[in-house]
């Protein structure tokens, strides 16, 4: 791979990727080749290998060898895929390798992922366009067929596969919580802190996820599994969960998909496992649930329906 020149005009910002990642060779080249061509180039790509036993180390060499701003840092391998705290667990590691303290923004950024050269171009402008503007991401594709399906986000919501961050928020909030649903508490807890948070529609700015979301350990089902005990312990209100499982019957995979959701979020109601405490989070986002849900009928005849974030 030859090094690609910093292009005319190219803008270098005020940034920090960091990439958590454990056995990705299938798509790494993608995230990575998406990276190498951005039209605004970040300071620093901090990929942080988690273990891998794949190729994932040596995609990441070859691609530092021409990039020097995109850098390798290994974590010694704990036997297994660690999703939700796992995740956050080796985003905080890679946050202690940054190495020019004067960033400005910071990114999590899966390696499953491509996304079009003006990705970082758009997402950052809308961040220096709005102070306050917490974080922000383009929406989110899979493809399917012979074209791309949207999954589904309210523009509230933020991507957790490339989500980016203005510095004073994220520290605001006290960055990521390690513990499952991290990228849904987020953006709820900077919205309590009186922040905004947005993901957009822009040809530009879609984001092209090459795995079905929740998937990445074992199964689509055992994700889904995840994820409705994780809505349990973020605090989502019964109702809003039932919503949410019913919407999420029109995903892969169809019906049982949105079944598991639901059942997996009552065991753990019935079972009375504990939940996310605080301060009085639980009760801010049931009103904030809750006046989604009132508003359902309205955005429903415009084809929306209320949805919430994913591992």
Known sequence: ???????????????????????????????????????????????????????????????????????????????????????VVTFDYGRTQIQNPDWRYITKLDGDMSFGPRYIEKVLGKLEADPKLAACSGKVFRPEGDGYVEEFMLDDM???????????????????????????????????????????????????????????????????????????????????????????MREQPYVIGGLILIGAYFHSLLRGDPQFDEGDFRQQLHAWQLSQLKSLPRRLLRGHVAGEQRD
């Open 1 to 87: 791979m030859s090094e690609m020149p910093l292009q005319p005009g190219r803008r270098i910002v005020p940034l920090v990727i960091i990439m958590p990642v454990r056995d990705e060779q299938k798509y790494l080249r993608l995230t990575l080749e998406s990276l190498a061509a951005q039209s605004w180039q970040p300071q620093e790509v901090i990929v942080v290998d988690d273990g891998s036993t794949d190729a994932t180390p040596d995609i990441v060499r070859e691609f530092a060898a021409a990039h020097p701003w995109i850098r390798l840092v290994k974590r010694d391998n704990r036997g297994f895929r660690q999703v939700g705290k796992g995740v």
């Open 158 to 248: 933020v991507a957790g596969q490339f989500k980016m961050y203005r510095r004073e928020a994220f520290e605001a909030i006290g960055g990521f919580r390690q513990t499952i649903l991290w990228d849904t508490l987020d953006w709820h807890m900077c919205r309590m802190k009186g922040w905004k948070t947005l993901s957009f529609h822009d040809p530009e700015a879609r984001l092209i996820h090459h795995r079905i979301m929740g998937s990445s350990d074992k199964n689509v089902y055992k994700g889904r599994v995840r994820q409705g005990r994780g809505n349990w312990f973020a605090g989502y209100h019964p109702l809003y969960m039932l919503a949410s499982g019913v919407f999420r």
